[in-house]
């Protein structure tokens, strides 16, 4: 049930998260430009800041995983010396 995540699903997620905030960011912009004469300039900013608040998030949840990724990296890295280092004492 607790299994570890697998490091090359993980780094794929990241890159979506990635992708998703460059997508939002482009909407976001998108919406500013094209959409200044054809919504109520309340509305629009308000469209605007949901894109760009999505955009933080998922920026946000990819440097979370780069982040554990970065720890787990160098956590078994740490455990495999530490082993290495045990079996030259016995």
Same mark, same amino acid.
């Given at each position: 049930?607790?299994?570890?995540?697998?490091?090359?699903?993980l780094? !794929?997620?990241?890159?979506?998260?990635?992708?998703?905030?460059? %997508? /939002?960011?482009?909407?976001?912009? $998108? %919406? $500013?430009?094209?959409?200044?004469?054809?919504?109520?300039?309340?509305?629009?900013?308000?469209?605007?800041?949901?894109?760009?608040?999505?955009?933080?998030?998922?920026?946000?949840?990819?440097?979370?995983?780069? !982040?554990?990724?970065?720890?787990?990296?160098?956590?078994?890295a740490?455990?495999?010396?530490?082993?290495?280092? /045990? !079996?030259? /004492?016995?």
């Amino acid at each position: 049930m607790n299994q570890r995540p697998d490091p090359a699903q993980l780094r !794929k997620r990241m890159l979506i998260f990635y992708f998703a905030a460059g %997508v /939002n960011l482009l909407m976001a912009l $998108w %919406v $500013w430009s094209a959409g200044s004469g054809q919504a109520p300039g309340g509305t629009l900013t308000l469209i605007t800041l949901v894109f760009l608040a999505f955009a933080g998030l998922n920026y946000y949840m990819a440097r979370r995983i780069n !982040k554990f990724l970065r720890q787990s990296a160098s956590g078994s890295a740490a455990s495999t010396a530490a082993n290495a280092a /045990n !079996k030259v /004492n016995e």
